[in-house]
Nanobody
Framework: QVQLVESGGGLVQAGDSLRLSCVAS????????MGWFRQAPGKEREFVAV???????YYADSVKGRFTISRDNVKNTGYLQMNSLKPEDAAVYYC????????????????WGQGTQVTVSS
């Protein structure tokens, strides 16, 4: 069982930046792929970014060039740096991990965090 704890969300203005963190329990973080997803009220959960075990990254078109996903295997922590935030980025952001080697935009990860709220005012 893996537990994930996200943090770093908050209320910001359009154009501001936030960095989300996702701390994973256990000793195998380096063997995990990690994804970030978000869900706005009344909408389905959508893919934001993913990073493979080896550091390969892939982004949703809506965040490409503004968001950066990264990981620190020593700290068992993943990050989502969000720059130039827009009101449409407002959502609950979730991190997810598992030991699959498949890079995917689908929310089929095994372990999920509880989410952190990001609110962006215009």
């Amino acid at each position: 069982q893996v537990q994930l704890v996200e943090s770093g969300g908050g209320l910001v203005q359009a154009g501001d930046s936030l960095r989300l963190s996702c701390v994973a329990s256990g000793r195998s973080f380096s063997s995990y792929r990690m994804g970030w997803f978000r869900q706005a009220p009344g909408k389905e959960r959508e893919f934001v970014a993913v990073i493979s075990r080896r550091g390969y990254t892939y982004y949703a078109d809506s965040v490409k060039g503004r968001f950066t996903i990264s990981r620190d295997n020593v700290k068992n922590t993943g990050y989502l740096q969000m720059n130039s935030l827009k009101p449409e980025d407002a959502a609950v952001y979730y991190c997810a991990v598992d030991d699959s080697s498949v890079i995917t935009t689908r929310p089929d990860f095994l372990y999920w965090g509880q989410g952190t709220q990001v609110t962006v005012s215009s």
